[in-house]
């Protein structure tokens, strides 16, 4: 049984409704938005959300747009009854979770898409060719339906936080984007909702990528080369993990940063754990400065 302390919104109507009940008692609106499977490193989004804002309202949605027609979509774990109860606990005001035919009525698809430019395409975008259009554009929405004053995002999905405070740069939308570090369990491995579909050993395996950062940074004052030397050698050790890609960009512009490059550095690792069909993809990034 879930308490009636928060309120489940299912359409865009009853989402607006709430809304606009809370700015009219004067309240300042967060919002955090998931794809559900939620695990502390989500609960640290609506905690943080909670410290700038009175009302905070937390988005369920597996949206089928930033999803390729060979990904993970049927796979992807769907816990809404415990994340609703977990949302609860943390006093969160309100849960919006609409079903895919209320956010793309026209059968699941939208003609039109806010588009990522070149940095969709590259990274994330050139393994996941359309993901982050098909994140700003549902991310547009919410902010469009919702109209949240502020809206958080994990640190772990970094392309995507850089993506999401261009594009509300770019097109003035009226809110702030508050970014959030990434939750590690105590050995290193970053918390995502795939990580439910590992097994015990490929737990393990999934280590590398936390690994590959690690070594990354303990070359950091060798320069850039040196730095991504030091990650791949991890991967070459480790045979349950296939590297998809290893880089290393200036987090100012997520542009690919060469040897000479001296300053903060972001390095970004994505891998697949695991083989065929039940392989799951994983990504992580650390920030380190190049003296
Ligand atoms: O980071 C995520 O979980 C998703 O990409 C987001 C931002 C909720 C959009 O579907």
Do not use: C
């Not at 697949?272 to 992580?284: E, K, N, P």
């Amino acid at each position: 049984m879930v308490p009636a302390a928060i309120q489940t919104l299912t359409t865009v109507d009853e989402a607006r409704a709430f809304v606009a009940s809370e700015r009219a008692a004067g309240r300042r609106v967060a919002l955090v938005p998931t794809m559900g499977a939620l695990h502390q490193g989500h609960l640290e989004l609506v905690r943080t959300a909670r410290e700038h804002a009175d009302t905070v309202i937390a988005s369920v949605f597996v949206n089928p747009l930033q999803f390729g027609p060979h990904e993970d979509l049927e796979r992807y774990p769907r816990t809404p009854q415990a994340d609703t109860e977990q949302l609860v606990v943390l006093g969160v005001e309100a849960v919006f979770m609409p079903s895919v035919e209320e956010m793309y009525p026209d059968g699941g698809r939208s003609a039109t898409l806010v588009t990522a430019g070149h940095l969709g395409t590259v990274l994330e975008g050139r393994s996941r060719p359309g993901h982050y259009d098909g994140v700003l554009t549902v991310v547009t929405k919410l902010f469009s339906i919702l109209q949240p004053e502020l809206a958080v995002f994990g640190e772990k999905d970094a392309q995507q936080l850089f993506l999401v405070r261009r594009m509300v740069r770019e097109l003035n939308l009226p809110l702030e984007i508050v970014g959030v570090p990434t939750v590690r369990e105590p050995d290193g491995l970053a918390l995502s909702s795939r990580n439910a579909l590992l097994t015990e050993g490929e737990r393990q395996d999934a280590l590398a990528l936390s690994r590959a950062l690690e070594a990354a940074g303990a070359a950091a004052d060798r320069g850039v080369e040196a730095m991504l030397a030091a990650a791949q050698s991890v991967f070459q050790a480790d045979t349950g993990v296939r590297l998809d890609y290893l880089a290393i960009v200036d987090p100012s512009t997520f542009a690919f940063a060469g040897d000479h490059h001296h300053g903060p550095v972001q390095v970004l690792v994505a891998a697949r754990v695991g083989s065929g069909a039940t392989a799951v993809r994983l990504i992580d990034n650390a920030v380190f400065t190049i003296p």
